[in-house]
């Protein structure tokens, strides 16, 4: 679809095609990433598609994903109108300590790693840092990598990866 010029203009041809998408039998699905960074105004027009044809049907799926940010924010009673739409929540947590390992090992298997890479110690230290959060266990476990091949060593142990962390935190 081609977007139409002015803004409210493409928010009614956005919700005309996803009526016509749903009269033909099939279920749009809106998938918003970084909804956490969503303005106001923009959740104002996710309510104004939302909110046509409520009471008789829903002709599209809506898919807010974002971080932590956009569930406080959704608390808010300002956002009423949006989260009594609602339908479905939910808030992943972080790993755990044996979930970080096991998804490390899982990324190094899928590279075509057979042996460990990290010590448990390495992990360990990954985990504190990155409270389970998949996003930072990437971001400290690339720069490791990094470090290791700088610095030839075949065992990434809990010392290089306390020197990435500290990199990483501006130290």
């Not at 139409?4 to 279920?27: I, N």
């Not at 998949?134 to 075949?154: D, G, T, Y």
């Amino acid at each position: 679809m081609e977007p139409r010029y002015h803004k409210s203009d493409t928010v009614k041809q956005l919700a005309d095609t996803l009526w016509a998408v749903f009269e033909h039998g099939k279920t749009p699905v809106v998938v918003i990433d970084d909804a956490h960074l969503l303005p106001e105004a923009s959740l104002q027009e996710l309510r104004l598609l939302t909110n046509f044809a409520m009471d008789s049907a829903c002709p599209m799926a809506l898919i807010l994903v974002g971080q932590t940010p956009l569930r406080d924010r959704l608390r808010l009673s300002c956002y009423d109108h949006i989260t009594q739409r609602l339908m479905v929540r939910y808030h992943m947590r972080g790993l755990t300590a044996p979930e970080t390992g096991e998804y490390i090992a899982h990324h190094l298997k899928v590279a075509g790693r057979t042996s460990p890479l990290f010590t448990p110690e390495a992990i360990e230290e990954i985990f504190q840092y990155a409270r389970g959060i998949p996003r930072r266990i990437n971001h400290v476990c690339a720069n490791s990598l990094l470090a290791a091949f700088i610095e030839q060593k075949e065992l990434i142990e809990q010392k290089l990866v306390l020197r990435v962390i500290q990199d990483l935190n501006g130290n």
